[in-house]
Protein backbone atom coordinates (compact mmCIF):
# COMPACT_ATOMS: atom_id res chain seq x y z
CA UNK A 1 0.00 0.00 0.00
CA UNK A 2 1.16 3.80 -0.96
CA UNK A 3 1.47 6.42 2.23
CA UNK A 4 0.52 9.44 0.00
CA UNK A 5 -2.82 9.72 -2.53
CA UNK A 6 -2.31 7.02 -5.37
CA UNK A 7 -2.08 9.67 -7.50
CA UNK A 8 0.73 11.88 -5.59
CA UNK A 9 2.43 8.81 -5.54
CA UNK A 10 2.74 7.68 -9.25
CA UNK A 11 2.96 11.48 -9.80
CA UNK A 12 6.12 11.71 -8.04
CA UNK A 13 7.60 8.11 -9.19
CA UNK A 14 6.86 9.61 -12.48
CA UNK A 15 8.43 12.52 -11.95
CA UNK A 16 11.97 10.71 -10.30
CA UNK A 17 12.67 9.50 -13.62
CA UNK A 18 15.46 7.23 -12.48
CA UNK A 19 13.48 4.85 -10.48
CA UNK A 20 10.23 5.19 -12.70
CA UNK A 21 9.38 1.58 -13.83
CA UNK A 22 7.96 1.27 -17.48
CA UNK A 23 7.23 -1.50 -19.60
CA UNK A 24 5.81 -1.76 -23.24
CA UNK A 25 3.59 -4.20 -24.73
CA UNK A 26 4.56 -4.75 -27.98
CA UNK A 27 7.41 -4.55 -29.29
CA UNK A 28 7.17 -3.75 -33.19
CA UNK A 29 6.86 -0.91 -35.44
CA UNK A 30 5.69 1.14 -33.00
CA UNK A 31 6.78 -0.36 -29.53
CA UNK A 32 10.38 -0.39 -30.59
CA UNK A 33 11.03 2.83 -31.32
CA UNK A 34 8.57 4.10 -28.70
CA UNK A 35 10.57 2.23 -25.79
CA UNK A 36 13.89 3.34 -27.67
CA UNK A 37 12.33 7.25 -27.27
CA UNK A 38 11.74 6.82 -23.49
CA UNK A 39 15.15 5.14 -22.63
CA UNK A 40 16.68 8.60 -23.64
CA UNK A 41 14.94 9.78 -19.90
CA UNK A 42 13.57 6.93 -18.45
CA UNK A 43 16.64 4.17 -17.64
CA UNK A 44 14.10 1.71 -16.38
CA UNK A 45 12.13 0.68 -19.30
CA UNK A 46 11.62 -2.47 -20.53
CA UNK A 47 9.49 -4.57 -22.95
CA UNK A 48 7.20 -7.64 -23.43
CA UNK A 49 6.04 -9.06 -27.00
CA UNK A 50 5.21 -13.28 -27.51
CA UNK A 51 7.19 -13.17 -30.83
CA UNK A 52 10.94 -14.22 -29.63
CA UNK A 53 12.10 -12.35 -32.95
CA UNK A 54 10.57 -8.85 -31.73
CA UNK A 55 12.39 -9.53 -28.33
CA UNK A 56 15.59 -10.11 -30.06
CA UNK A 57 17.96 -7.48 -30.11
CA UNK A 58 15.53 -4.64 -29.38
CA UNK A 59 18.02 -2.43 -27.29
CA UNK A 60 15.83 -2.70 -24.09
CA UNK A 61 15.31 -5.53 -21.80
CA UNK A 62 12.60 -7.39 -23.15
CA UNK A 63 10.99 -11.00 -22.55
CA UNK A 64 8.13 -12.88 -24.30
CA UNK A 65 5.57 -13.24 -21.86
CA UNK A 66 4.47 -11.61 -18.33
CA UNK A 67 5.56 -13.65 -15.82
CA UNK A 68 8.53 -11.59 -15.01
CA UNK A 69 6.30 -8.75 -14.22
CA UNK A 70 5.71 -11.00 -10.90
CA UNK A 71 9.22 -9.48 -9.62
CA UNK A 72 8.84 -6.13 -10.87
CA UNK A 73 7.38 -2.73 -9.75
CA UNK A 74 6.48 -1.62 -12.66
CA UNK A 75 4.50 1.80 -12.47
CA UNK A 76 3.75 2.38 -16.32
CA UNK A 77 2.02 0.01 -18.79
CA UNK A 78 1.96 1.18 -22.02
CA UNK A 79 0.08 -1.16 -24.57
CA UNK A 80 1.15 -1.19 -28.34
CA UNK A 81 -0.34 -4.26 -30.02
CA UNK A 82 -1.20 -4.89 -32.98
CA UNK A 83 -5.65 -3.50 -33.77
CA UNK A 84 -5.60 -5.77 -37.76
CA UNK A 85 -9.46 -6.21 -39.32
CA UNK A 86 -10.71 -9.64 -39.38
CA UNK A 87 -11.31 -12.22 -41.92
CA UNK A 88 -15.09 -9.98 -42.14
CA UNK A 89 -13.08 -6.89 -42.31
CA UNK A 90 -14.55 -5.79 -38.98
CA UNK A 91 -12.11 -4.33 -36.07
CA UNK A 92 -10.40 -7.28 -34.22
CA UNK A 93 -9.65 -6.16 -30.98
CA UNK A 94 -8.06 -9.86 -29.71
CA UNK A 95 -5.28 -8.30 -28.75
CA UNK A 96 -5.58 -5.34 -26.77
CA UNK A 97 -8.42 -7.26 -24.68
CA UNK A 98 -5.83 -10.14 -24.67
CA UNK A 99 -2.71 -7.55 -23.56
CA UNK A 100 -5.38 -5.48 -21.28
CA UNK A 101 -5.90 -8.92 -19.19
CA UNK A 102 -2.43 -9.52 -18.86
CA UNK A 103 -2.14 -6.12 -16.92
CA UNK A 104 -5.23 -6.62 -15.39
CA UNK A 105 -3.56 -9.97 -13.75
CA UNK A 106 -0.70 -7.80 -12.49
CA UNK A 107 -2.78 -5.13 -11.01
CA UNK A 108 -4.18 -7.84 -8.76
CA UNK A 109 -0.99 -8.96 -8.02
CA UNK A 110 0.49 -5.14 -7.16
CA UNK A 111 -2.65 -5.05 -4.49
CA UNK A 112 -2.84 -1.22 -4.37
CA UNK A 113 0.55 0.49 -5.82
CA UNK A 114 -1.12 2.28 -8.28
CA UNK A 115 -0.58 1.13 -12.61
CA UNK A 116 -0.49 3.79 -15.18
CA UNK A 117 -2.25 2.43 -18.17
CA UNK A 118 -1.67 4.07 -21.12
CA UNK A 119 -3.21 2.57 -24.68
CA UNK A 120 -1.65 3.81 -27.69
CA UNK A 121 -2.95 1.27 -30.32
CA UNK A 122 -5.03 2.92 -32.99
CA UNK A 123 -8.74 2.06 -32.87
CA UNK A 124 -12.25 3.19 -32.89
CA UNK A 125 -13.88 6.12 -30.51
CA UNK A 126 -15.10 4.66 -26.95
CA UNK A 127 -12.43 1.74 -27.31
CA UNK A 128 -10.75 2.68 -23.86
CA UNK A 129 -13.43 4.12 -21.77
CA UNK A 130 -16.08 1.20 -22.99
CA UNK A 131 -14.16 -2.00 -23.52
CA UNK A 132 -10.65 -1.39 -21.87
CA UNK A 133 -11.82 0.70 -18.72
CA UNK A 134 -14.07 -2.96 -17.58
CA UNK A 135 -12.02 -4.82 -18.08
CA UNK A 136 -9.33 -3.37 -15.30
CA UNK A 137 -12.43 -2.24 -13.45
CA UNK A 138 -12.76 -5.84 -12.67
CA UNK A 139 -9.64 -6.23 -10.94
CA UNK A 140 -8.71 -2.80 -9.43
CA UNK A 141 -10.66 0.47 -8.46
CA UNK A 142 -9.67 3.71 -11.35
CA UNK A 143 -7.88 6.52 -9.59
CA UNK A 144 -6.64 3.64 -6.93
CA UNK A 145 -5.13 0.81 -8.54
CA UNK A 146 -5.03 2.03 -11.52
CA UNK A 147 -4.96 5.07 -13.98
CA UNK A 148 -6.18 5.15 -17.94
CA UNK A 149 -4.89 7.15 -20.75
CA UNK A 150 -4.74 6.63 -24.20
CA UNK A 151 -2.27 8.69 -26.51
CA UNK A 152 -2.04 7.27 -30.28
CA UNK A 153 0.97 6.91 -31.89
CA UNK A 154 1.63 9.14 -35.13
CA UNK A 155 4.40 7.40 -36.35
CA UNK A 156 5.75 7.62 -39.76
CA UNK A 157 8.54 4.94 -40.02
CA UNK A 158 11.11 6.32 -42.53
CA UNK A 159 10.16 9.74 -42.13
CA UNK A 160 13.54 11.71 -41.70
CA UNK A 161 12.21 15.23 -40.74
CA UNK A 162 9.16 14.24 -38.47
CA UNK A 163 10.06 11.51 -35.71
CA UNK A 164 8.54 10.15 -32.26
CA UNK A 165 11.05 12.43 -30.76
CA UNK A 166 9.47 15.57 -32.20
CA UNK A 167 6.09 15.04 -33.70
CA UNK A 168 3.77 15.93 -31.28
CA UNK A 169 1.87 13.54 -29.20
CA UNK A 170 -2.13 13.75 -28.54
CA UNK A 171 -2.94 12.68 -24.94
CA UNK A 172 -5.79 11.89 -22.77
CA UNK A 173 -6.80 10.81 -19.82
CA UNK A 174 -10.25 8.57 -18.67
CA UNK A 175 -10.01 11.63 -15.64
CA UNK A 176 -8.32 14.79 -14.74
CA UNK A 177 -6.07 13.11 -12.75
CA UNK A 178 -5.01 10.19 -15.46
CA UNK A 179 -4.33 13.03 -17.90
CA UNK A 180 -1.80 14.45 -15.20
CA UNK A 181 -0.03 11.52 -15.04
CA UNK A 182 0.22 10.93 -19.14
CA UNK A 183 1.32 14.69 -18.96
CA UNK A 184 4.11 13.92 -16.43
CA UNK A 185 5.22 10.53 -18.88
CA UNK A 186 5.06 11.98 -22.12
CA UNK A 187 6.16 15.64 -21.35
CA UNK A 188 10.06 15.11 -20.97
CA UNK A 189 10.53 13.33 -24.25
CA UNK A 190 8.04 14.43 -26.86
CA UNK A 191 5.64 17.59 -27.31
CA UNK A 192 2.60 16.73 -26.29
CA UNK A 193 -1.24 18.07 -27.24
CA UNK A 194 -3.24 17.60 -24.09
CA UNK A 195 -7.24 16.84 -25.06
CA UNK A 196 -10.37 16.37 -23.12
CA UNK A 197 -11.08 12.92 -23.29
CA UNK A 198 -10.15 9.53 -24.91
CA UNK A 199 -12.77 9.46 -27.68
CA UNK A 200 -11.17 12.81 -29.02
CA UNK A 201 -8.10 11.22 -29.15
CA UNK A 202 -9.12 8.24 -30.52
CA UNK A 203 -11.08 10.06 -32.98
CA UNK A 204 -8.44 12.62 -34.11
CA UNK A 205 -6.06 9.73 -35.02
CA UNK A 206 -8.77 8.47 -37.08
CA UNK A 207 -9.54 11.95 -38.58
CA UNK A 208 -5.69 12.29 -39.52
CA UNK A 209 -5.62 8.65 -41.12
CA UNK A 210 -9.03 9.12 -42.98
CA UNK A 211 -8.11 12.64 -44.53
CA UNK A 212 -4.65 11.07 -45.76
CA UNK A 213 -6.66 7.37 -47.27
CA UNK A 214 -9.31 9.74 -49.30
CA UNK A 215 -7.00 12.35 -50.32
CA UNK A 216 -4.39 9.24 -51.63
CA UNK A 217 -8.02 7.83 -53.26
CA UNK A 218 -8.66 11.54 -54.83
CA UNK A 219 -5.44 11.86 -56.81
CA UNK A 220 -5.40 8.28 -57.43
CA UNK A 221 -9.21 8.88 -59.33
CA UNK A 222 -7.27 12.03 -60.62
CA UNK A 223 -4.21 9.78 -62.20
CA UNK A 224 -6.87 7.85 -63.74
CA UNK A 225 -8.99 10.53 -65.25
CA UNK A 226 -5.46 12.32 -66.33
CA UNK A 227 -4.75 9.02 -68.08
CA UNK A 228 -7.98 9.27 -70.13
CA UNK A 229 -7.05 12.86 -71.12
CA UNK A 230 -3.67 11.72 -71.75
CA UNK A 231 -2.27 14.08 -69.05
CA UNK A 232 0.58 13.59 -67.22
CA UNK A 233 -0.87 13.24 -63.87
CA UNK A 234 2.66 14.10 -61.62
CA UNK A 235 3.38 17.01 -63.88
CA UNK A 236 -0.06 18.40 -62.58
CA UNK A 237 0.65 17.64 -58.97
CA UNK A 238 3.50 18.93 -59.21
CA UNK A 239 2.05 22.14 -60.78
CA UNK A 240 -0.33 22.49 -58.44
CA UNK A 241 2.06 22.13 -55.33
CA UNK A 242 3.36 25.30 -56.31
CA UNK A 243 0.17 27.41 -55.30
CA UNK A 244 1.30 28.18 -51.12
CA UNK A 245 -2.32 27.85 -50.05
CA UNK A 246 -5.90 25.68 -50.16
CA UNK A 247 -3.65 22.79 -51.75
CA UNK A 248 -1.76 19.74 -50.11
CA UNK A 249 -0.06 17.76 -52.60
CA UNK A 250 -0.69 13.61 -52.28
CA UNK A 251 1.15 11.59 -55.07
CA UNK A 252 -0.67 8.92 -57.08
CA UNK A 253 0.39 5.29 -56.67
CA UNK A 254 -0.46 1.49 -57.05
CA UNK A 255 -2.83 1.61 -54.07
CA UNK A 256 -2.94 2.25 -49.95
CA UNK A 257 -0.29 -0.13 -47.96
CA UNK A 258 0.51 -0.68 -44.22
CA UNK A 259 -0.98 -1.34 -41.10
CA UNK A 260 -2.48 2.14 -40.86
CA UNK A 261 -4.05 3.60 -44.20
CA UNK A 262 -6.14 0.66 -45.44
CA UNK A 263 -7.40 -0.41 -42.23
CA UNK A 264 -7.73 2.81 -39.48
CA UNK A 265 -10.75 4.37 -41.37
CA UNK A 266 -13.02 0.41 -41.72
CA UNK A 267 -12.61 0.98 -37.99
CA UNK A 268 -14.61 4.64 -37.92
CA UNK A 269 -16.93 3.14 -40.84
CA UNK A 270 -17.60 -0.06 -38.47
CA UNK A 271 -18.26 1.96 -35.73
CA UNK A 272 -20.50 4.32 -37.81
CA UNK A 273 -22.52 1.49 -38.83
CA UNK A 274 -23.63 0.04 -35.24
CA UNK A 275 -24.94 3.72 -35.53
CA UNK A 276 -26.64 3.17 -38.62
CA UNK A 277 -24.63 5.61 -40.13
CA UNK A 278 -22.97 4.82 -43.59
CA UNK A 279 -19.56 6.71 -44.36
CA UNK A 280 -20.08 7.51 -48.04
CA UNK A 281 -16.47 9.30 -48.10
CA UNK A 282 -14.46 6.01 -46.84
CA UNK A 283 -16.62 3.63 -48.57
CA UNK A 284 -15.83 5.48 -52.14
CA UNK A 285 -11.86 6.04 -51.29
CA UNK A 286 -11.55 2.63 -50.48
CA UNK A 287 -13.06 1.63 -53.34
CA UNK A 288 -10.92 3.48 -55.33
CA UNK A 289 -7.65 2.82 -53.42
CA UNK A 290 -8.18 -1.35 -53.94
CA UNK A 291 -8.79 -1.35 -57.47
CA UNK A 292 -5.46 0.63 -58.19
CA UNK A 293 -3.63 -3.01 -58.38
CA UNK A 294 -6.31 -3.79 -60.81
CA UNK A 295 -5.49 -0.33 -63.21
CA UNK A 296 -1.56 -0.82 -62.89
CA UNK A 297 -1.87 -4.35 -64.44
CA UNK A 298 -4.11 -3.47 -67.01
CA UNK A 299 -1.45 -0.60 -67.43
CA UNK A 300 1.14 -3.55 -68.39
CA UNK A 301 -1.20 -5.25 -70.47
CA UNK A 302 -2.14 -2.50 -72.32
CA UNK A 303 2.27 -1.81 -73.26
CA UNK A 304 2.57 -5.65 -73.78
CA UNK A 305 -0.60 -5.19 -75.97
CA UNK A 306 1.23 -2.65 -78.58
CA UNK A 307 3.74 -4.69 -78.74
CA UNK A 308 1.43 -7.84 -80.35
CA UNK A 309 2.13 -9.76 -76.79
CA UNK A 310 -0.02 -10.65 -74.19
CA UNK A 311 0.53 -11.08 -70.28
CA UNK A 312 0.26 -14.63 -70.29
CA UNK A 313 3.57 -16.44 -70.25
CA UNK A 314 5.42 -13.27 -70.30
CA UNK A 315 8.37 -13.25 -67.30
CA UNK A 316 7.71 -9.89 -65.16
CA UNK A 317 9.71 -8.41 -62.76
CA UNK A 318 8.04 -6.44 -59.98
CA UNK A 319 10.38 -4.04 -58.25
CA UNK A 320 9.81 -3.04 -54.47
CA UNK A 321 6.96 -4.84 -52.72
CA UNK A 322 7.50 -2.64 -49.09
CA UNK A 323 4.28 -0.61 -48.74
CA UNK A 324 6.00 2.34 -49.37
CA UNK A 325 9.52 3.22 -49.88
CA UNK A 326 12.55 2.43 -47.82
CA UNK A 327 10.31 0.02 -45.11
CA UNK A 328 10.13 -3.63 -45.18
CA UNK A 329 6.49 -3.80 -43.92
CA UNK A 330 4.62 -5.48 -46.51
CA UNK A 331 1.19 -5.28 -44.67
CA UNK A 332 -1.40 -4.62 -46.80
CA UNK A 333 1.20 -3.65 -49.64
CA UNK A 334 -0.53 -3.30 -52.95
CA UNK A 335 2.84 -4.84 -54.90
CA UNK A 336 1.37 -8.05 -53.36
CA UNK A 337 -1.94 -7.49 -55.01
CA UNK A 338 -0.38 -6.23 -58.17
CA UNK A 339 1.73 -9.66 -58.17
CA UNK A 340 -1.24 -11.95 -57.21
CA UNK A 341 -3.15 -10.47 -60.72
CA UNK A 342 -0.01 -10.79 -62.70
CA UNK A 343 0.23 -14.39 -61.23
CA UNK A 344 -3.36 -15.32 -62.45
CA UNK A 345 -3.57 -13.64 -65.37
CA UNK A 346 -0.83 -16.57 -66.19
CA UNK A 347 2.85 -14.81 -66.25
CA UNK A 348 5.67 -15.65 -64.12
CA UNK A 349 6.49 -13.07 -61.82
CA UNK A 350 9.30 -11.83 -60.37
CA UNK A 351 10.16 -9.58 -57.79
CA UNK A 352 13.06 -7.66 -56.41
CA UNK A 353 13.19 -5.66 -52.66
CA UNK A 354 16.34 -4.99 -50.77
CA UNK A 355 14.59 -4.92 -47.84
CA UNK A 356 12.13 -7.60 -48.44
CA UNK A 357 14.04 -11.30 -48.64
CA UNK A 358 10.96 -13.57 -48.52
CA UNK A 359 7.42 -13.47 -49.04
CA UNK A 360 6.18 -16.83 -47.82
CA UNK A 361 3.57 -17.51 -46.51
CA UNK A 362 1.64 -14.66 -48.48
CA UNK A 363 3.15 -15.64 -52.05
CA UNK A 364 5.01 -18.86 -53.05
CA UNK A 365 8.19 -16.72 -54.76
CA UNK A 366 11.67 -15.96 -54.92
CA UNK A 367 13.21 -12.67 -54.16
CA UNK A 368 15.94 -11.81 -57.46
CA UNK A 369 19.17 -11.37 -55.96
CA UNK A 370 20.38 -7.80 -56.24
CA UNK A 371 23.66 -8.77 -57.89
CA UNK A 372 21.40 -9.65 -60.97
CA UNK A 373 19.46 -5.86 -60.58
CA UNK A 374 21.77 -4.56 -63.55
CA UNK A 375 21.20 -3.70 -67.44
CA UNK A 376 21.87 -7.41 -68.58
CA UNK A 377 19.15 -8.76 -66.09
CA UNK A 378 16.70 -6.40 -66.09
CA UNK A 379 17.06 -7.03 -70.34
CA UNK A 380 16.11 -10.68 -69.66
CA UNK A 381 12.34 -9.76 -69.00
CA UNK A 382 9.42 -9.13 -70.91
CA UNK A 383 7.85 -6.05 -68.47
CA UNK A 384 9.35 -4.45 -65.12
CA UNK A 385 6.49 -2.71 -63.22
CA UNK A 386 7.86 -0.35 -60.48
CA UNK A 387 5.66 -0.64 -57.61
CA UNK A 388 7.88 0.95 -54.44
CA UNK A 389 10.36 3.42 -55.36
CA UNK A 390 13.09 2.23 -52.63
CA UNK A 391 15.72 4.96 -52.69
CA UNK A 392 18.41 2.18 -52.91
CA UNK A 393 16.92 2.21 -56.37
CA UNK A 394 18.44 5.26 -57.21
CA UNK A 395 21.24 5.23 -54.98
CA UNK A 396 23.00 1.93 -54.90
CA UNK A 397 22.42 0.39 -58.08
CA UNK A 398 24.07 2.01 -60.83
CA UNK A 399 22.85 2.10 -64.01
CA UNK A 400 18.91 1.13 -63.27
CA UNK A 401 17.19 4.44 -63.59
CA UNK A 402 18.53 4.85 -67.13
CA UNK A 403 17.96 0.87 -67.95
CA UNK A 404 14.05 1.84 -66.73
CA UNK A 405 13.72 5.32 -68.29
CA UNK A 406 15.35 4.74 -71.83
CA UNK A 407 14.40 0.80 -72.20
CA UNK A 408 15.27 -1.68 -74.87
CA UNK A 409 12.95 -2.09 -77.53
CA UNK A 410 11.03 -5.14 -76.01
CA UNK A 411 10.49 -4.17 -72.07
CA UNK A 412 7.51 -2.83 -71.37
CA UNK A 413 8.10 -0.21 -67.98
CA UNK A 414 5.33 0.64 -65.93
CA UNK A 415 6.05 3.26 -63.70
CA UNK A 416 3.15 3.56 -60.82
CA UNK A 417 5.66 6.21 -58.67
CA UNK A 418 6.28 8.56 -61.19
CA UNK A 419 10.02 8.90 -60.40
CA UNK A 420 11.19 7.75 -64.33
N1 LIG B 1 3.20 0.84 -37.92
C1 LIG B 1 2.93 2.14 -37.90
O1 LIG B 1 3.50 2.91 -38.65
C2 LIG B 1 1.90 2.71 -36.94
C3 LIG B 1 1.81 4.10 -36.81
C4 LIG B 1 0.90 4.63 -35.93
C5 LIG B 1 0.06 3.77 -35.19
N2 LIG B 1 0.15 2.42 -35.35
C6 LIG B 1 -0.73 1.58 -34.53
O2 LIG B 1 0.05 1.05 -33.45
C7 LIG B 1 -0.38 -0.28 -33.13
C8 LIG B 1 0.78 -1.24 -33.24
O3 LIG B 1 1.21 -1.24 -34.59
P1 LIG B 1 2.59 -1.88 -35.03
O4 LIG B 1 2.79 -1.45 -36.45
O5 LIG B 1 3.66 -1.60 -34.04
O6 LIG B 1 2.22 -3.43 -34.97
P2 LIG B 1 3.25 -4.65 -35.00
O7 LIG B 1 2.49 -5.84 -35.45
O8 LIG B 1 4.51 -4.25 -35.73
O9 LIG B 1 3.66 -4.83 -33.46
C9 LIG B 1 2.76 -5.22 -32.48
C10 LIG B 1 3.46 -6.21 -31.57
O10 LIG B 1 2.58 -6.54 -30.49
C11 LIG B 1 2.85 -7.88 -30.13
N3 LIG B 1 1.75 -8.40 -29.30
C12 LIG B 1 0.61 -9.01 -29.69
N4 LIG B 1 -0.13 -9.34 -28.60
C13 LIG B 1 0.56 -8.92 -27.51
C14 LIG B 1 0.31 -8.96 -26.12
N5 LIG B 1 -0.81 -9.49 -25.61
N6 LIG B 1 1.23 -8.43 -25.30
C15 LIG B 1 2.38 -7.89 -25.77
N7 LIG B 1 2.66 -7.82 -27.09
C16 LIG B 1 1.76 -8.33 -27.94
C17 LIG B 1 3.02 -8.59 -31.45
O11 LIG B 1 3.73 -9.80 -31.32
C18 LIG B 1 3.81 -7.54 -32.25
O12 LIG B 1 5.21 -7.74 -32.18
C19 LIG B 1 -1.54 -0.58 -34.08
O13 LIG B 1 -2.75 -0.24 -33.47
C20 LIG B 1 -1.29 0.37 -35.24
O14 LIG B 1 -2.48 0.70 -35.93
C21 LIG B 1 1.06 1.87 -36.19
Known amino acids: MTTLTNISYLHSRIKQNLETEIIVAGLGYVGNPLAKLLM ?27 DYLRTTSVNVVIVCVPTPLSK ?32 ESTTYPGTTEELILPILQKVGVLGKDFFLAYSPERLDPGNE ?9 IISGVTEDCLTLVEALYEPVVPVVKVSSPKVAEMTKLLENTFRATNVALVNEIAIVCDKLEIDVWEVVKA ?40 RFIQTATEINSEMPAYWVSKVQDALNEKQRSIKSESILVLGVGYKPDTDDI ?90
Open 40 to 66: KHYPRVSGVDPNPKRVEGVGVEAHIDY
Open 331 to 420: RESPALDIIKLLQDKGAVVYYHDPLVKDLSPLLEMKSVADSELNYDGIFGYGAVILATDHSVYFDQVPGILDTLKYPPEHLCVVDTRGVL
Open 161 to 169: EWNIGNTPK
Open 240 to 279: AATKPFGFMPFRPGPGLGGHCLPVDPQYLAWKLKTLNYNT
Open 88 to 119: THEPDLSYIVSATEDVAQYIIKRAGSPVLVVI
